[in-house]
C-alpha cells in the first residue's frame, strides 16, 4: 500500500495532533518474519538463555546480527549493540551446617535454606505449630529459633507455578513479624503440600540470588535471621526437644558478565529525532532445569522470545518507514534474575534519560485468546501516564481492537504482574512507561514454553499494537506527560 500523509486533527487525554504524518507501515511486519525468528531463537541451541552463561552471551550476539540485519545501528556502549553489566550471584555452600543438639541435617536433602546469607546462631526452640499472626504477635520469640507448621492459610491458590512458589509464601507470612520481634531463626516444618514443593523448590534455593552494583552485589543483602525449612517427618521431634538450635549459613559470590542489547533506528526531523520512543523486552530465560517429561530446556518462546521478535518486526517497519523520533530498542538481559537488566540500563541509560520519551515494554505477548490482551500500568496506582495510556488505547482501536483486560492491573490480583517486568524500573524512574501482555498460561516457566505453541496471528496482532503504539509517539510534536503523585 501506498504511504499517504493525511492531516490528523484529533485532541485526547491532554495531547493535541495538528501535524501531517504517515501512516504506520503495518505491512511490513509479517508472521513469517516473526516465526521465523521465533524458532531460532527460542531453540534448543540456545539451551534457554539463562542470565549470566555463555548461552545469554551467545543469544545477545545472534540479536545483535538479527538488529543490524533489520536496519538498526548500535546503540550500546563504545559503538556496539552490546551494554555488559557485572552480574553477582551469592550461592549457600556446602561449609553450611545445622543441627539441633547433636543431630546434623544434611543439606538440601534434610534441610532447606530459604535465605542466602552468611549468618551464625544458637538459639533455643520454641515451637508454636499452625500460628496465626495474632498467635506470634503474643508470643515471646526474642532470641528463639521459632518453629512453625506450613499451612496454605491466606494464599491465593490460584497463583501460576503454585507448587514451587508456596514455600515463598508461607515463609513470608512470617518472617517480617518474626524479625520484627527479634527472633534468633525460622524453621518451617513442610505440611503435606510443602513436601510436594521439596523438589520444586529446591533447585531454587541452591542457584541462590542475584544483584547488580548497587543492589546486593559484593554481599548478599544482610539476613535479620535465617530461615530453614524440614521435613514433615521431623515435627514430633521438634515439638518436644529441649535442644538448642546451632546453625552457620555460609555463602559465596561469584562475578558472571551479562548483558543489554540495544539498537536504534535514527529518526526524521532535525530537532525531535534526538528524543527517543524505547521499545523493552527481555533476552532471558530459564536455561536447563528439572525435567517435565523428557525436556529440561526451558526455551522461553512466550516468555521472552515473544517480544524480542516483535522488536525486530518493529525495527524493520521503522527502517522501511523511520518516524520524526529515534526508535531505540532494548533487549535487556537477566529480567529472569530480578529485572537487573532493565535496572542496569534505566541507571545507565546509552542516551540521555530526559530524552526517552515512553517506554513500551512486552512480555509474554504470544499467547491465549486471539481477541484479548492487557495493558498494565494502564489504571491507578500503577497508571503514570494518562497520556501515554490513551495513546496505547487509541492504537489499539485503530489496529488489533482487542478487548482489554482490567483484572490484571488491579492492585490487589494474586500475581502482581504489573511488578514483575521490565518496565518497572523505568516508571520508577518517572518516564511514562506501560506494559503490553496477553498474560500467564499454564506453560509458563516450563520447558513446554515452546516456538511451536505460540499463537502467531496473536503474537502479530500484539506486535501491531505496539508499533502503532510507538508509531504515534514517534510522530507527535507533544511528549506524553508523567501523572504527579
Not at 512480555?363 to 503514570?384: C, F, K, V, W, Y
Amino acid at each position: 500500500m501506498k504511504n499517504r500523509m493525511i492531516l490528523v486533527l484529533i485532541a485526547y487525554g491532554g495531547i493535541a495532533f495538528s501535524q501531517s504524518i504517515k501512516k504506520p507501515l503495518v505491512s511490513a511486519i509479517t508472521v513469517k518474519d516473526l516465526k521465523t525468528d521465533m524458532y531460532q531463537m527460542a531453540g534448543d541451541h540456545f539451551n534457554g538463555r539463562e542470565a549470566g552463561t555463555l548461552d545469554e552471551l551467545k543469544v545477545s550476539m545472534w540479536l545483535a546480527e538479527k538488529a543490524k540485519q533489520a536496519g538498526m545501528s548500535p546503540a550500546g556502549d563504545d559503538g556496539t549493540f552490546f551494554q555488559f553489566f557485572d552480574l553477582y550471584r551469592h550461592q549457600v555452600t556446602a561449609n553450611t551446617k545445622f543441627k539441633i543438639g547433636s543431630k546434623s541435617y544434611k543439606l538440601w536433602n534434610e534441610v532447606l535454606v530459604a535465605e542466602t546469607a552468611n549468618i551464625k546462631v544458637e538459639a533455643p526452640l520454641l515451637y508454636l505449630g499452625a500460628a496465626s499472626k495474632e498467635d506470634i504477635n503474643k508470643a515471646d520469640v526474642k532470641g528463639k529459633a521459632v518453629v512453625l507448621l506450613a499451612s496454605k492459610e491466606g494464599i491465593p491458590e490460584d497463583i501460576s507455578l503454585f507448587e514451587r512458589r508456596y514455600p515463598g509464601y508461607v515463609k513470608q507470612k512470617y518472617y517480617e513479624d518474626l524479625a520484627q520481634k527479634g527472633a534468633a531463626a525460622l524453621i518451617i516444618v513442610a505440611d503435606e503440600l510443602g513436601e510436594k514443593s521439596w523438589s520444586q523448590v529446591e533447585p531454587q534455593m541452591t542457584r541462590g540470588v542475584y544483584g547488580i552494583e548497587g543492589y546486593r552485589d559484593k554481599i548478599p543483602t544482610p539476613a535479620r535471621m535465617p530461615a530453614f525449612w524440614l521435613h514433615n517427618d521431623q515435627l514430633e521431634f521438634l515439638k518436644t526437644t529441649k535442644e538448642v538450635l546451632s546453625a552457620e549459613v555460609v555463602s559465596e559470590t561469584y562475578k558472571y558478565p551479562s548483558v543489554n542489547v540495544v539498537g536504534k533506528v535514527e529518526g526524521t526531523d532535525s530537532k525531535l529525532k534526538s528524543e527517543y520512543v524505547l521499545f523493552s523486552g527481555h533476552q532471558d530465560h530459564d536455561g536447563v532445569r528439572q525435567k517435565y517429561g523428557q525436556d529440561s530446556i526451558y526455551n522461553g518462546a512466550d516468555d521472552n522470545a515473544s517480544t524480542c521478535v516483535a522488536m525486530l518486526a518493529i525495527a524493520r517497519a521503522y527502517k522501511k518507514q523511520p518516524g520524526k523520533r529515534t526508535a531505540l530498542f532494548v533487549f535487556h538481559g537477566s529480567e529472569e534474575r530480578g529485572l537487573l537488566g532493565s535496572s542496569w540500563y534505566a541507571e545507565h541509560p546509552t542516551v540521555p534519560e530526559k530524552d526517552i520519551t515512553a517506554v513500551l515494554n512486552g512480555d509474554m505477548i504470544g499467547r491465549n485468546d486471539l481477541n484479548q490482551a492487557a495493558l498494565l500500568g494502564s489504571t491507578s496506582p500503577h497508571e503514570n501516564s494518562s497520556d501515554l495510556v490513551n495513546i496505547a488505547k487509541k492504537a489499539n482501536d485503530e489496529g488489533p481492537k482487542f478487548e482489554l483486560d482490567k483484572l490484571w492491573d488491579r492492585p490487589e490480583h494474586p500475581e502482581n504482574f504489573y511488578f514483575r517486568s521490565d518496565h518497572l524500573p523505568y516508571a520508577r524512574k518517572g518516564i511514562p512507561s506501560v506494559f503490553f501482555t496477553s498474560v500467564l498460561h499454564s506453560q509458563y516457566h516450563t520447558p513446554m514454553d515452546e516456538a511451536e505453541n505460540i499463537d502467531y496471528a496473536k503474537l502479530h496482532k500484539m506486535t501491531e499494537w505496539m508499533y502503532r503504539t510507538g508509531w504515534i509517539l514517534s510522530n507527535d510534536a507533544n511528549r506524553p506527560k508523567t501523572l504527579k503523585k
